[in-house]
Every structure is written in structure tokens, then in C-alpha cells.
């Protein structure tokens, strides 16, 4: 099960978002896309799931171009995840996660034993049967990502899509979520804010800059203090996680008149390797 973007490029509204984004997401690895606000994740993240066409390049879904396949194929294939939020209808939590159920129907079909035994493994998956019958709507933050991420195993597909799946929880919650998805073993590519919790779980990591990709590789090698520098013009101090020897990143404050530029008068945007960009 892999995920490979090759030369992709989107246009949105006649202007150029992301361009010439290559990557590959190899069986089960969970992989990071992380930028500034702006720089084209999400745009990515559509386009993988179909919302946008690709102006260039191809989603290649191991080794298949994902435009080939129909919707409810595709379906079956890659599951999405995205920022929490209300359902405009007053499904139950069980009703919620039964729609994942939907790309292996036929319409109007009635819920099949089958399905009523994937909707219960994928809620126990994510430790959330006491919740079955509650309103999705009164849940909290935390909890609704938990059952939008049982929707997508009761999709069963073994590609996955975040983005920015723990946005507005807090620290517990956020780990909860990304210790779930990592449990899942399947191929995931998401994109994350919080820089030290996607070097906790990523094997590779993805830095874009104004739509392209400035790093990547393990987090180690990507999470520099240049590299950020470069991405999003922040100066952090980088330290080792004492237990998981992942970098851990520290933000420094921006002195007062040094108009936005870090503390220390470290030149802004010095590449880390060459940036086609610039
Ligand atoms: P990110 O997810 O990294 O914050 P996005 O992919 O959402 O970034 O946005 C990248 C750029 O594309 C931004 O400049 C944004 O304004 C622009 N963009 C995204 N969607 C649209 C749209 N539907 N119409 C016009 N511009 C868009
Ligand atoms: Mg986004």
C-alpha cells in the first residue's frame, strides 16, 4: 500500500498553488506534511482526494492513477480525515461512523450484519462504544475526531488522509489521536501544526514553502533550526525529546524593532538545500 505524488502541480482560480510536489508514502509509514499557513498542505491533501484536478502530475495510489478509478473504488481506497467539525445533520455517533460503511453499498442497500460488525470493531478501535448512541453534535472536540477516524476504518480503506486532524484539542487528546492512527497500520499522510508532536510520529516529514518542498526525510534530518528559519521565518531552538530522541523544537520570542525578524539578527530565509523557488 502506497501513496506517490509525482510532479504534482494544482492551480486554483487561474493562479499556481502547489508546484511540482513529489513524494512517496511507503506501506504502513506515517508521514508528516508540515508548512506555514498558506503554503499549499491542504490544496495537497484536496487534490488527493479529488476536490481539485492536478494541472500537472499524478496521484498514483500503488502504482494506479487515483483519477482512473470511480468514486466508490477511490472510496474504498483512501479514507480523510480533516479538521473537527459540526455535522449539519443529527446523526448518532453509530449513525456517523456507519457512513463509512457507504462505498461498499449499493444504493438504498439496507446495513448488512457485515456491516454492523465493522461499525463496532472500528468504534472499539478507537475506544469509543459508550458513545454509540449519543448525538455526534454533543460531543467533544476530541471525542468527534476519535469517531471521524472510526468512520474512516469502518471505510476499511488502508490509506489515510489528515489534515490537521488535532487542531483545537488539547495536549492529551491531540497524542491520543496520532497514537490511534499510528496503531492502525495503514499508509497515512497528514498534515500537522505542532512541529515536535509530528517528529513523536512521522517517519518522514514534508516542509513546504509557498507551495513547494523546501525538506524532507526523518525528522531529524528536516526539523533544523535553518530549515524552519527558512519555511516559516521562526527562530526555534532545536533539542533532543529525552526519551524518543526526536527533535524538539522551542520557539524563541521576536526582540521588539527588529521588524518580525527573530532575536539574535540571524538573517532571514537562508535555504537549508537549494529551494527552486527562490
Ligand atoms: P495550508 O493548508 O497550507 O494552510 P492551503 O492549501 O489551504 O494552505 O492554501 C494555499 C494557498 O491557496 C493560499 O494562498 C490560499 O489562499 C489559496 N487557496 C486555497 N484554496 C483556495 C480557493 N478555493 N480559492 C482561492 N485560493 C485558494
Ligand atoms: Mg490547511
Redesign the pocket.
Known amino acids: 500500500m502506497s501513496l506517490h505524488l509525482d510532479d504534482l502541480s494544482v492551480d486554483?482560480?487561474g493562479r499556481r498553488?502547489v508546484s511540482g510536489i513529489g513524494l512517496t508514502v511507503g506501506d504502513g509509514e506515517f508521514a508528516g506534511l508540515v508548512?506555514p499557513?498558506?503554503?499549499?498542505?491542504?490544496?495537497i491533501l484536496k487534490t488527493i482526494y479529488r476536490v481539485h484536478r492536478p494541472a500537472t502530475g499524478r496521484v498514483l495510489l500503488d502504482g494506479t492513477d487515483l483519477l482512473g478509478l470511480g468514486h466508490k473504488e477511490a472510496a474504498r481506497r483512501l479514507a480523510v480525515v480533516t479538521q473537527e467539525s459540526a455535522s449539519e445533520f443529527d446523526f448518532t455517533v453509530r449513525e456517523m461512523v456507519m457512513i463509512g460503511r457507504t462505498p461498499h453499498k449499493r444504493s438504498f442497500e439496507r446495513d448488512t450484519s457485515t456491516d454492523h460488525a465493522v461499525v463496532d470493531h472500528a468504534m472499539e478501535r478507537v475506544g469509543c462504544q459508550r458513545l454509540a448512541s449519543r448525538r455526534f453534535n454533543t460531543l467533544s472536540g476530541g471525542e468527534k475526531q476519535l469517531i471521524l477516524i472510526a468512520r474512516a476504518l469502518a471505510q476499511q480503506a488502508d490509506h489515510l488522509i489528515l489534515d490537521e486532524p488535532t487542531n483545537h484539542l488539547d495536549i492529551h487528546n491531540q497524542v491520543e489521536i496520532l497514537e490511534v492512527v499510528t496503531g492502525l497500520g495503514v499508509t497515512v499522510l497528514a498534515?500537522l501544526h505542532d512541529l515536535s508532536l509530528a517528529a513523536l510520529f512521522c517517519s518522514a516529514i514534508h516542509v513546504?514553502r509557498a507551495g513547494r518542498i523546501v525538506a524532507a526525510g526523518s525528522p531529524a534530518d528536516v526539523l533544523t533550526p535553518e530549515t524552519i528559519l527558512h519555511a516559516y521565518g521562526a527562530d526555534v531552538l532545536v533539542i533532543e525529546h529525552p526519551d524518543t530522541g526526536t527533535p524538539h523544537l522551542i520557539p524563541r520570542r521576536i526582540q521588539p524593532g527588529t521588524d518580525g525578524h527573530p532575536v539574535g539578527g540571524i538573517a532571514p530565509a537562508q535555504p537549508a538545500r537549494p529551494d527552486p523557488a527562490s
Not at 499557513?37 to 490544496?43: D, R
Request: proline letters at 0%; hydrophobic letters at 40%.
Open positions: 486554483i482560480a498553488i508548512g499557513n498558506g503554503s499549499g498542505k491542504s490544496t498534515a513546504l
